[in-house]
């Protein structure tokens, strides 16, 4: 059963049937580390932070983000033995419409996921990405999530593509990428009209991995 709860703006809780998001903190790097040691070589193009001081600096930088409103962080447990995986966040949260200090974000991005090398390729992914467009549209009512990859990521750009996100284009040059290198950015996203039918299509997919 998909729920959520809201104690805070910033403590949100997103829960499945398979993962549960909670929000970043501190207290979570050890586990994090952890689960980056599995396989630190699959995060070619992803920015990871390997070791005890890199991680607390991410996850220290995070919380800044958390802090200013501009996004929500998450810890990715696996329910199958309650363990972190990995991590993700909903970031450049916008507000078009008055009040903004008070108001749910009209737009906003989902990214900065990564997940450990055993839950890489399981349902982990699909139903987190679910829980997360689910807040997104039915309970803040955004009219737009979008996703930023590097476009050398092939991986990652099929697993946007099966959520039923559009392909909008390339950004050439857009950032420097994980591996130090600059980067091209593809960028996708899912309107509210669209919401509809990606959910049936990522339900589905749910199913059939159950």
Same mark, same amino acid.
């Given at each position: ?38 396989? !630190? ?7 990871? $932070? ?22 929500? $962080? ?23 419409? !008055? $009040?903004?200090?008070?108001?749910? !974000? ?89 919401? $509809? ?14």
């Amino acid at each position: 059963m998909l729920g959520c709860t809201m104690p805070a703006s910033d403590q949100l809780t997103l829960v499945g049937d398979h993962v549960r998001l909670e929000p970043l903190g501190l207290n979570d790097v050890p586990a994090l580390v952890a689960a980056v040691a599995e396989d !630190p070589a699959s995060y070619r193009f992803s920015t990871v $932070p390997q070791g005890e001081s890199a991680m607390r600096a991410w996850v220290e930088r995070a919380l800044g983000e958390r802090a200013d409103r501009a996004a929500l $962080p998450f810890s990715i447990y696996s329910r199958d033995g309650e363990r972190i995986v990995g991590s993700t966040r909903f970031y450049e949260l916008q507000w078009w419409h !008055p $009040p903004a200090d008070d108001g749910d !974000p009209d737009a906003c991005m989902i990214g900065y996921t990564w997940l450990a090398a055993s839950a890489q390729g399981t349902s982990v992914n699909t139903e987190a990405k679910l829980l997360m467009l689910t807040h997104a549209f039915e309970t803040w009512k955004v009219d737009r999530v979008g996703f930023r990859i590097d476009a050398r990521n092939e991986r990652s750009r099929a697993s946007v593509q099966r959520l039923g996100a559009t392909f909008e284009g390339v950004r050439r040059a857009e950032r420097l990428g994980a591996d130090g290198e600059l980067r091209d950015s593809a960028y996708y996203s899912i309107l509210v009209a669209e919401w $509809p039918a990606a959910k049936h299509g990522l339900t589905s997919r749910l199913t059939a991995c159950s």
